[in-house]
């Protein structure tokens, strides 16, 4: 069963500092990763997707980075805002799948 | 340019009790789903459609019935709410059901069964 895995569950850092999320996956054949953004009562929004070819990607003070040899992707967060407190969901599909893999999400809380 | 709109955001229904979640997007995509999003577990997909009179099962499609006679609108029915219906649902759309696309999720709606 392909499965995303996320680590930590969560976290609380200090506003400017920087954090990074860890995702592990084991869906096969790999199409794609995507990271999204989830506010508290609203639904996900993407912030990056990441095809096989890719190994890292920004968006703003998000830099998302994959190594599909390791099944691995991490998600950094550069000079934390208290906007950035937020879940992080990881979301891996497979190669000529409709099905989206996702994972519990790394709940991260900034405070001033 | 709405994108995903759902509705209601609240819903309180009693054990036993039908309802139909509305979900309908404006940017002609082809690709709509329907996920359930459950406490320190990721969405879970329940039906989805490939296009207007085309539905499949997903993950969890048990207590669930969709139809898709448009492109822009996506229903999702509870036939019979259970407790275990409890949770927050998600209607997403995407231009095409392959990948590389990406996915637009509408507002949510939390649906507590008593």
């Known amino acids: 069963k392909n499965q995303v895995e996320q680590s930590p569950q969560s976290l609380i850092i200090l506003e400017g500092k920087n954090c990074t999320l860890q995702?592990?996956?084991?869906?096969?054949?790999?199409?794609?990763l995507r990271w999204y953004k989830q506010d508290t009562g609203r639904g996900p929004v993407s912030l990056t997707i990441?095809?096989?070819?890719?190994n890292t990607k920004s968006n703003g003070r998000y830099t998302a980075t994959l190594d599909a040899d390791t099944k691995q992707s991490s998600l950094h967060i550069t000079a934390s805002q208290l906007s950035d407190s937020a879940s992080y969901i990881c979301v891996v599909s497979a190669f000529n799948d409709y099905k989206l893999s996702f994972g519990a999400g790394t709940t991260v809380t900034v405070r001033a | 340019n709405a994108g995903v709109t759902q509705t209601p955001k609240f819903q309180v229904l009693k054990t036993g009790q039908s309802m139909t979640l509305q979900c309908a997007q404006d940017m002609n995509h082809e690709y709509m789903s329907w996920y359930r999003q459950d406490p320190g577990m990721g969405l879970r997909l329940i039906h989805y459609?490939?296009?207007?009179?085309?539905?499949d099962q997903g993950e969890v499609p048990n207590g669930y019935n969709v139809s898709r006679s448009t492109t822009e609108d996506f229903p999702l029915r509870l036939l019979s709410a259970a407790p275990s219906q409890t949770s927050v649902y998600f209607c997403a759309s995407s231009y095409h059901r392959d990948l590389n696309t990406e996915a637009f999720f509408g507002q949510g709606t939390r649906l507590t069964v008593v």
């Open positions: 995702c592990n996956y084991t869906v096969s054949p790999f199409s794609n």
């Open positions: 990441m095809t096989f070819s890719e």
């Open positions: 459609s490939v296009g207007a009179g085309i539905t």
